[in-house]
């Protein structure tokens, strides 16, 4: 008798503390690579954190080139510039510097110029056939943790949506973690990637492709993020709260990288690519709705995200309990100044049907643990306004 298999991927080598950034150039030159890509959007590269990187790769001996353009939401314009770039500069490897923008662009470069064709063509699961150029990945927020996972979204600019490719792949060989990267991320974001991070946990723990491996560190990363997202908010300087944030992030890219994600993802996606929405605020709107339709399902799993969040269930019901991890999230948003529904960020909702039929097509629908009709995902998007 054949049971259900699980695989868990991550990168090889990972990165953590103050300091790894300098790892960077001996770990390329480590990797045969002779002239890497830094990938990484308009503002670090304004800020010099890119030429940072690259003096760094050239001290250990390697030429670099610099693509400067990653955007917001990256796009598959945004993909064919940068392999334009990367042709055209003779590179071998790429270096993904920012967040999770930065990460999925430098992914979607490298997957095309190992693969050949369009980035449409990789939409879904596991859709190439060559390994990604060697990717190192230096994370600046602590969050999306795209650089550790296997999921790369892009938003299609003609069909206006966020096409989810999930490819084995697109895992960087290497990932850096180094909080003081961190340090001078503005509250706003350093809220929206942390509310990303716990999303990511949640989806994951509640998943039907959960297993022990995944449940062990999205339980740990539920545990650590109301502790210490709120004081990484509060001050940005404290560098304990933001390498405990590093972790927390990590460990919730490793329960999703493995167990998938649901409805929160499949819809947040939908309202990146309609309406160009920051990710990690669409993921914090959605999450308690998302987990109030979940509930049914899922009931004892939400009890144990009640402890993990502090709150005291004792003498409660298994229902009761469960409640209550629903108000500790919506607390928790609360505290951190999260919109309460997207009409304030502008969405509309005559575009409810086109958002929902688009959301259960997404990748990250798979595994939610409730089965919704287009009608049941209407009527979150509807409470999520």
Do not use: W
Request: contains cysteine; hydrophobic residues 45%.
């Amino acid at each position: 008798m054949t049971g259900v298999v699980h695989d868990f991927q991550m990168p090889s080598v990972n990165l953590f503390g103050q300091g790894t950034l300098g790892e960077v150039g001996l770990r390329l030159k480590n990797l045969g690579c002779k002239k890497p890509l830094i990938v990484t959007d308009q503002g670090l590269h304004n800020l010099g954190y890119s030429d940072s990187v690259a003096k760094i790769i050239k001290e250990a001996g390697l030429d670099v080139a610099i693509f400067p353009k990653a955007e917001p939401n990256p796009t598959d314009l945004n993909v064919e510039e940068g392999l334009g770039v990367y042709t055209s500069e003779n590179c071998d490897s790429i270096v993904s510097l920012g967040g999770g923008s930065a990460h999925d662009a430098a992914k979607g470069i490298g997957l095309v110029a190992a693969n050949g064709r369009k980035i449409h063509d990789y939409e879904g699961l596991d859709r190439s056939e060559n390994p990604m150029v060697p990717l190192v990945a230096i994370n600046t927020t602590a969050g999306t943790a795209s650089e550790m996972t296997k999921f790369t979204i892009i938003t299609d600019t003609s069909r206006k949506i966020k096409m989810a490719i999930v490819d084995k792949h697109v895992t960087p060989v290497l990932s850096i973690n180094d909080p003081n990267l961190m340090v001078n991320m503005p509250p706003s974001l350093t809220a929206a990637t942390g509310l990303d991070s716990l999303t990511h946990a949640i989806e994951a723990y509640v998943s039907t492709a959960a297993n022990p491996i995944t449940d062990a560190c999205a339980i740990k990363a539920i545990q650590l993020i109301p502790t210490y997202l709120p004081r990484a908010v509060a001050n940005g300087a404290d560098l304990e709260a933001r390498e405990q944030m590093i972790y927390a992030q990590y460990l919730a890219g490793m329960a999703f990288n493995n167990a998938s994600l649901g409805y929160v993802h499949a819809i947040a996606h939908q309202f990146g690519g309609f309406y160009n929405l920051p990710h990690g605020v669409c993921n914090a709107i959605l999450l308690p709705h998302v987990c109030r339709f979940n509930l049914i399902a899922r009931k004892e799993r939400f009890a144990h995200i009640a402890v993990a969040l502090g709150e005291n269930i004792e003498g409660l019901s298994t229902s009761e309990a469960a409640e209550k991890a629903i108000a500790a999230i919506e607390k928790l948003s609360s505290q951190l100044n999260i919109p309460k529904g997207f009409k304030e960020l502008g969405a509309n909702e005559e575009d409810i049907e086109i958002l929902a039929f688009h959301a259960m097509d997404d990748a990250c629908a798979a595994t939610n643990p409730r089965k919704a009709t287009a009608k049941e995902i209407e009527h979150i998007i509807a409470n999520a306004m």
